[in-house]
Protein backbone atom coordinates (compact mmCIF):
# COMPACT_ATOMS: atom_id res chain seq x y z
CA UNK A 1 0.00 0.00 0.00
CA UNK A 2 1.06 3.16 -0.76
CA UNK A 3 1.49 4.45 3.17
CA UNK A 4 3.81 7.22 1.44
CA UNK A 5 0.43 9.08 -0.72
CA UNK A 6 1.18 12.66 -0.85
CA UNK A 7 -1.86 14.39 1.44
CA UNK A 8 -4.40 16.04 -0.94
CA UNK A 9 -2.94 19.97 -0.96
CA UNK A 10 -6.80 20.71 -1.30
CA UNK A 11 -7.97 19.43 2.20
CA UNK A 12 -6.93 21.25 5.09
CA UNK A 13 -5.78 19.06 8.37
CA UNK A 14 -8.87 18.93 10.75
CA UNK A 15 -12.43 17.95 10.25
CA UNK A 16 -14.07 19.48 7.55
CA UNK A 17 -17.42 20.58 7.58
CA UNK A 18 -19.79 19.41 4.16
CA UNK A 19 -19.72 22.95 3.59
CA UNK A 20 -16.31 22.78 3.20
CA UNK A 21 -15.04 19.57 1.90
CA UNK A 22 -13.86 20.56 -1.36
CA UNK A 23 -15.80 18.37 -4.23
CA UNK A 24 -12.94 18.33 -6.63
CA UNK A 25 -11.69 15.95 -3.86
CA UNK A 26 -13.28 12.33 -4.37
CA UNK A 27 -14.39 10.67 -0.89
CA UNK A 28 -12.93 7.91 -2.17
CA UNK A 29 -10.38 6.70 -5.30
CA UNK A 30 -9.17 3.69 -5.96
CA UNK A 31 -6.69 3.00 -8.38
CA UNK A 32 -5.51 -0.43 -9.54
CA UNK A 33 -5.92 -1.90 -6.20
CA UNK A 34 -5.42 -5.45 -5.74
CA UNK A 35 -5.17 -8.21 -2.65
CA UNK A 36 -4.65 -11.58 -2.78
CA UNK A 37 -5.25 -14.40 -0.08
CA UNK A 38 -2.91 -17.25 -1.14
CA UNK A 39 -4.04 -18.36 -4.66
CA UNK A 40 -7.38 -16.28 -4.19
CA UNK A 41 -7.78 -12.90 -5.72
CA UNK A 42 -10.25 -11.20 -3.34
CA UNK A 43 -9.59 -7.81 -5.12
CA UNK A 44 -8.52 -8.07 -8.77
CA UNK A 45 -7.72 -4.58 -10.06
CA UNK A 46 -10.47 -2.15 -8.95
CA UNK A 47 -10.87 1.61 -10.03
CA UNK A 48 -13.51 3.59 -8.54
CA UNK A 49 -14.24 7.13 -7.54
CA UNK A 50 -16.65 8.02 -5.24
CA UNK A 51 -17.56 11.60 -4.73
CA UNK A 52 -18.27 13.56 -1.71
CA UNK A 53 -22.08 12.94 -1.16
CA UNK A 54 -22.53 10.32 -3.44
CA UNK A 55 -24.68 7.09 -1.65
CA UNK A 56 -23.51 3.78 -3.24
CA UNK A 57 -24.18 0.59 -2.70
CA UNK A 58 -21.80 -2.20 -3.43
CA UNK A 59 -23.59 -5.69 -4.50
CA UNK A 60 -21.99 -8.99 -4.89
CA UNK A 61 -22.16 -12.63 -4.33
CA UNK A 62 -20.48 -14.56 -1.76
CA UNK A 63 -17.09 -13.92 -1.70
CA UNK A 64 -17.16 -11.05 -4.47
CA UNK A 65 -14.52 -9.17 -2.75
CA UNK A 66 -17.26 -6.42 -0.57
CA UNK A 67 -15.51 -6.79 2.70
CA UNK A 68 -11.90 -7.18 1.23
CA UNK A 69 -12.72 -3.55 -0.83
CA UNK A 70 -14.10 -1.71 2.53
CA UNK A 71 -11.35 -3.29 4.49
CA UNK A 72 -8.72 -1.49 2.48
CA UNK A 73 -10.88 1.80 2.45
CA UNK A 74 -10.32 1.52 6.19
CA UNK A 75 -6.88 0.81 5.97
CA UNK A 76 -7.39 -2.72 8.38
CA UNK A 77 -6.04 -4.11 5.48
CA UNK A 78 -3.10 -3.48 3.27
CA UNK A 79 -3.36 -3.83 -0.61
CA UNK A 80 -0.54 -5.49 -2.74
CA UNK A 81 -0.62 -3.23 -5.31
CA UNK A 82 -2.64 0.17 -6.14
CA UNK A 83 -3.55 2.87 -4.31
CA UNK A 84 -6.26 4.17 -1.78
CA UNK A 85 -7.32 7.89 -1.14
CA UNK A 86 -9.68 8.62 1.12
CA UNK A 87 -10.36 12.52 1.11
CA UNK A 88 -7.03 12.59 -0.61
CA UNK A 89 -5.21 11.36 2.61
CA UNK A 90 -4.51 7.43 3.33
CA UNK A 91 -7.10 5.27 4.71
CA UNK A 92 -5.00 5.73 8.24
CA UNK A 93 -4.99 9.46 8.26
CA UNK A 94 -8.53 9.66 7.07
CA UNK A 95 -9.12 7.70 9.98
CA UNK A 96 -7.23 9.48 12.80
CA UNK A 97 -9.01 12.33 11.28
CA UNK A 98 -12.29 11.40 12.25
CA UNK A 99 -13.57 11.69 8.57
CA UNK A 100 -14.45 7.54 8.38
CA UNK A 101 -16.89 5.79 10.22
CA UNK A 102 -17.03 2.14 9.34
CA UNK A 103 -19.80 -0.91 10.49
CA UNK A 104 -17.69 -3.67 9.81
CA UNK A 105 -19.46 -7.26 9.25
CA UNK A 106 -19.65 -9.06 13.02
CA UNK A 107 -17.52 -6.11 14.79
CA UNK A 108 -17.26 -7.19 18.14
CA UNK A 109 -19.13 -5.04 20.95
CA UNK A 110 -17.34 -5.18 24.05
CA UNK A 111 -19.24 -7.65 26.47
CA UNK A 112 -20.05 -6.99 29.91
CA UNK A 113 -21.07 -3.31 29.06
CA UNK A 114 -24.56 -2.29 28.68
CA UNK A 115 -25.12 -0.29 25.55
CA UNK A 116 -25.36 3.40 27.57
CA UNK A 117 -21.90 2.34 29.19
CA UNK A 118 -20.58 1.49 25.35
CA UNK A 119 -21.97 4.52 24.06
CA UNK A 120 -20.44 6.41 26.85
CA UNK A 121 -17.39 4.81 26.84
CA UNK A 122 -16.45 5.36 23.35
CA UNK A 123 -17.90 8.94 23.13
CA UNK A 124 -15.10 9.99 25.39
CA UNK A 125 -12.70 8.39 22.87
CA UNK A 126 -13.44 11.01 20.01
CA UNK A 127 -12.32 14.17 19.34
CA UNK A 128 -14.92 15.72 18.06
CA UNK A 129 -18.20 13.30 18.98
CA UNK A 130 -21.45 14.08 18.08
CA UNK A 131 -23.39 14.30 21.49
CA UNK A 132 -24.65 10.59 23.34
CA UNK A 133 -28.22 12.17 22.81
CA UNK A 134 -27.87 12.59 19.02
CA UNK A 135 -26.45 9.56 18.44
CA UNK A 136 -28.90 7.45 20.68
CA UNK A 137 -31.74 9.22 18.65
CA UNK A 138 -30.10 8.56 15.16
CA UNK A 139 -29.48 4.86 15.70
CA UNK A 140 -32.67 4.26 17.47
CA UNK A 141 -31.06 3.35 20.79
CA UNK A 142 -33.48 4.56 23.71
CA UNK A 143 -35.33 1.44 24.06
CA UNK A 144 -32.31 -0.93 25.15
CA UNK A 145 -30.14 1.91 26.55
CA UNK A 146 -29.87 -0.55 29.54
CA UNK A 147 -29.41 -4.09 28.11
CA UNK A 148 -25.91 -5.75 28.37
CA UNK A 149 -24.32 -5.86 24.71
CA UNK A 150 -24.45 -9.59 24.62
CA UNK A 151 -28.06 -10.04 25.19
CA UNK A 152 -29.04 -7.88 22.27
CA UNK A 153 -30.89 -9.11 18.84
CA UNK A 154 -29.16 -9.50 16.19
CA UNK A 155 -30.67 -6.10 15.02
CA UNK A 156 -30.22 -4.34 17.90
CA UNK A 157 -26.84 -4.91 17.57
CA UNK A 158 -26.02 -3.87 13.98
CA UNK A 159 -27.99 -0.56 15.28
CA UNK A 160 -25.30 -0.28 17.89
CA UNK A 161 -22.71 -0.98 15.56
CA UNK A 162 -24.41 1.46 13.38
CA UNK A 163 -24.71 4.14 16.62
CA UNK A 164 -20.96 3.77 16.75
CA UNK A 165 -19.94 4.35 13.58
CA UNK A 166 -21.49 7.47 13.43
CA UNK A 167 -20.31 8.71 16.91
CA UNK A 168 -17.13 10.53 15.58
CA UNK A 169 -19.55 12.20 13.22
CA UNK A 170 -17.65 10.99 10.22
CA UNK A 171 -18.27 12.27 6.70
CA UNK A 172 -17.41 8.91 5.24
CA UNK A 173 -19.45 6.25 6.70
CA UNK A 174 -18.84 2.19 5.15
CA UNK A 175 -21.31 -0.34 5.94
CA UNK A 176 -20.50 -3.50 5.07
CA UNK A 177 -24.26 -5.57 5.32
CA UNK A 178 -25.59 -3.28 7.95
CA UNK A 179 -29.32 -4.94 7.33
CA UNK A 180 -28.47 -8.46 8.14
CA UNK A 181 -30.25 -9.44 10.77
CA UNK A 182 -32.81 -6.98 11.01
CA UNK A 183 -36.87 -7.75 10.35
CA UNK A 184 -38.33 -5.80 7.46
CA UNK A 185 -39.84 -3.03 9.54
CA UNK A 186 -36.66 -2.72 11.60
CA UNK A 187 -34.92 -2.61 8.12
CA UNK A 188 -36.65 0.47 6.75
CA UNK A 189 -36.34 2.47 10.01
CA UNK A 190 -32.41 1.57 9.68
CA UNK A 191 -32.32 3.24 6.70
CA UNK A 192 -34.52 6.08 7.34
CA UNK A 193 -31.88 6.68 9.79
CA UNK A 194 -29.13 6.53 7.73
CA UNK A 195 -30.82 8.60 5.06
CA UNK A 196 -30.95 11.22 8.51
CA UNK A 197 -27.21 11.09 9.09
CA UNK A 198 -26.45 11.43 5.01
CA UNK A 199 -28.09 14.29 4.89
CA UNK A 200 -26.08 17.51 3.97
CA UNK A 201 -23.06 16.41 1.92
CA UNK A 202 -22.47 13.13 3.77
CA UNK A 203 -21.10 10.03 1.97
CA UNK A 204 -22.25 6.49 2.26
CA UNK A 205 -21.00 3.28 0.77
CA UNK A 206 -22.78 -0.09 2.02
CA UNK A 207 -22.53 -3.63 0.95
CA UNK A 208 -25.58 -5.69 0.96
CA UNK A 209 -26.99 -9.00 -0.88
CA UNK A 210 -30.43 -7.67 -0.84
CA UNK A 211 -31.05 -6.38 -4.70
CA UNK A 212 -34.00 -4.42 -3.93
CA UNK A 213 -32.46 -2.29 -0.64
CA UNK A 214 -29.70 -1.10 -3.33
CA UNK A 215 -32.02 0.05 -5.56
CA UNK A 216 -34.30 1.90 -3.77
CA UNK A 217 -31.81 3.20 -1.25
CA UNK A 218 -28.63 3.74 -2.93
CA UNK A 219 -27.88 7.02 -6.00
CA UNK A 220 -25.74 4.52 -7.40
CA UNK A 221 -24.91 0.79 -7.75
CA UNK A 222 -20.95 -0.65 -7.94
CA UNK A 223 -21.67 -4.83 -8.93
CA UNK A 224 -18.52 -6.61 -8.50
CA UNK A 225 -17.68 -10.33 -9.00
CA UNK A 226 -14.41 -12.47 -8.23
CA UNK A 227 -12.89 -8.73 -7.38
CA UNK A 228 -13.87 -6.61 -10.24
CA UNK A 229 -16.02 -3.85 -11.16
CA UNK A 230 -18.78 -5.70 -13.61
CA UNK A 231 -21.11 -3.23 -13.63
CA UNK A 232 -21.70 0.61 -12.19
CA UNK A 233 -24.35 3.02 -12.65
CA UNK A 234 -28.25 4.00 -11.34
CA UNK A 235 -30.24 0.65 -10.73
CA UNK A 236 -31.78 1.68 -14.05
CA UNK A 237 -28.38 1.94 -16.41
CA UNK A 238 -27.59 -1.18 -14.61
CA UNK A 239 -30.63 -3.12 -15.25
CA UNK A 240 -31.18 -1.66 -19.53
CA UNK A 241 -27.09 -2.01 -19.71
CA UNK A 242 -27.42 -5.71 -18.94
CA UNK A 243 -30.20 -6.83 -20.78
CA UNK A 244 -31.85 -4.32 -22.33
CA UNK A 245 -35.38 -3.95 -22.60
CA UNK A 246 -38.15 -6.47 -23.13
CA UNK A 247 -40.94 -5.31 -26.19
CA UNK A 248 -44.04 -7.46 -25.60
CA UNK A 249 -47.00 -7.40 -28.63
CA UNK A 250 -49.82 -9.65 -29.09
CA UNK A 251 -49.28 -12.52 -30.59
CA UNK A 252 -51.28 -12.42 -34.03
CA UNK A 253 -50.93 -10.45 -36.73
CA UNK A 254 -46.80 -10.64 -36.87
CA UNK A 255 -44.49 -13.61 -37.79
CA UNK A 256 -42.05 -14.15 -35.00
CA UNK A 257 -39.77 -15.89 -37.15
CA UNK A 258 -38.98 -12.12 -39.07
CA UNK A 259 -38.85 -9.88 -35.46
CA UNK A 260 -35.21 -10.98 -34.71
CA UNK A 261 -34.20 -9.26 -38.03
CA UNK A 262 -35.35 -6.17 -36.25
CA UNK A 263 -32.82 -3.89 -35.23
CA UNK A 264 -30.96 -4.65 -31.56
CA UNK A 265 -32.89 -7.73 -31.11
CA UNK A 266 -31.09 -10.78 -29.35
CA UNK A 267 -34.21 -12.99 -28.36
CA UNK A 268 -37.59 -13.58 -29.44
CA UNK A 269 -39.86 -15.84 -27.60
CA UNK A 270 -44.08 -16.65 -27.56
CA UNK A 271 -45.67 -16.87 -24.34
CA UNK A 272 -48.80 -17.15 -23.17
CA UNK A 273 -50.04 -15.51 -26.35
CA UNK A 274 -47.69 -13.29 -26.86
CA UNK A 275 -44.16 -12.58 -28.02
CA UNK A 276 -41.44 -11.58 -25.89
CA UNK A 277 -38.61 -9.42 -27.83
CA UNK A 278 -35.59 -8.81 -25.75
CA UNK A 279 -33.31 -5.90 -27.11
CA UNK A 280 -30.35 -4.28 -26.59
CA UNK A 281 -31.86 -0.37 -27.68
CA UNK A 282 -35.67 -0.70 -27.07
CA UNK A 283 -36.03 2.76 -29.10
CA UNK A 284 -33.99 1.24 -32.70
CA UNK A 285 -36.04 -2.34 -32.24
CA UNK A 286 -39.35 -0.54 -31.70
CA UNK A 287 -38.65 2.11 -34.45
CA UNK A 288 -38.26 -0.92 -36.96
CA UNK A 289 -41.34 -2.89 -35.30
CA UNK A 290 -43.56 -0.02 -36.24
CA UNK A 291 -42.65 0.70 -39.25
CA UNK A 292 -41.96 -2.84 -40.67
CA UNK A 293 -45.39 -4.66 -38.64
CA UNK A 294 -47.81 -2.26 -39.34
CA UNK A 295 -49.68 -5.25 -37.53
CA UNK A 296 -48.42 -5.42 -34.33
CA UNK A 297 -50.73 -4.38 -31.97
CA UNK A 298 -50.38 -3.86 -27.83
CA UNK A 299 -47.10 -3.01 -27.48
CA UNK A 300 -45.67 -2.68 -24.13
CA UNK A 301 -41.92 -1.92 -23.52
CA UNK A 302 -40.61 -3.33 -20.06
CA UNK A 303 -37.15 -2.56 -17.75
CA UNK A 304 -35.67 -5.97 -17.33
CA UNK A 305 -35.34 -7.01 -13.20
CA UNK A 306 -32.60 -5.99 -11.22
CA UNK A 307 -32.42 -9.42 -10.15
CA UNK A 308 -32.35 -10.65 -13.47
CA UNK A 309 -29.15 -8.23 -14.49
CA UNK A 310 -27.67 -8.87 -11.24
CA UNK A 311 -27.45 -12.69 -12.21
CA UNK A 312 -26.47 -12.58 -15.77
CA UNK A 313 -23.10 -9.65 -14.38
CA UNK A 314 -21.95 -12.13 -11.68
CA UNK A 315 -22.60 -15.17 -13.35
CA UNK A 316 -20.59 -14.74 -16.75
CA UNK A 317 -16.93 -15.13 -15.70
N1 LIG B 1 -8.58 -12.98 5.78
C1 LIG B 1 -8.77 -13.79 4.74
N2 LIG B 1 -8.02 -14.88 4.58
C2 LIG B 1 -8.17 -15.70 3.52
N3 LIG B 1 -9.07 -15.51 2.54
C3 LIG B 1 -9.85 -14.42 2.64
C4 LIG B 1 -9.74 -13.52 3.74
N4 LIG B 1 -10.65 -12.52 3.56
C5 LIG B 1 -11.31 -12.80 2.40
N5 LIG B 1 -10.82 -13.93 1.85
C6 LIG B 1 -11.27 -14.53 0.58
O1 LIG B 1 -11.33 -13.51 -0.38
C7 LIG B 1 -12.49 -13.62 -1.20
C8 LIG B 1 -13.33 -12.36 -1.09
O2 LIG B 1 -13.89 -12.33 0.23
P1 LIG B 1 -14.76 -11.11 0.77
O3 LIG B 1 -15.10 -11.43 2.19
O4 LIG B 1 -14.06 -9.85 0.49
O5 LIG B 1 -16.06 -11.19 -0.16
P2 LIG B 1 -17.52 -10.61 0.10
O6 LIG B 1 -17.99 -10.11 -1.21
O7 LIG B 1 -17.49 -9.63 1.22
O8 LIG B 1 -18.32 -11.90 0.53
P3 LIG B 1 -19.61 -12.04 1.51
O9 LIG B 1 -20.73 -11.41 0.78
O10 LIG B 1 -19.75 -13.54 1.63
O11 LIG B 1 -19.26 -11.38 2.79
C9 LIG B 1 -13.20 -14.88 -0.72
O12 LIG B 1 -12.81 -15.95 -1.56
C10 LIG B 1 -12.69 -15.07 0.68
O13 LIG B 1 -12.72 -16.43 1.05
Given at each position: MALDQELDPAVAPGHPSPAT???????IHLTGLTKSYGAVRAVDGIDLRIDVGELVAVLGPNGAGKSTMNELITGLVQPDSGRVAVFGRTPRQAVEAGLVGAMLQAGALLHEATVGELLRLMHG??????PVGTVIETAG???????RTDKLSGGQAQRLRFGLAIMADPQLLILD???????VEVRHEFWNSMRRFAEGGRTVLFATHYLEEADQIADRIVVINSGTVVADGTGAQIKSGVLGRTISMA?????AELL???????DVEQRAGRILIRSRDSDATLRGLVGDF????DIEVNAVGLEEAFLELTTRR
Open positions: TPTATPALHSHPLLGDFLRTEPTVGMDADGVDSRLPAVSPAAY
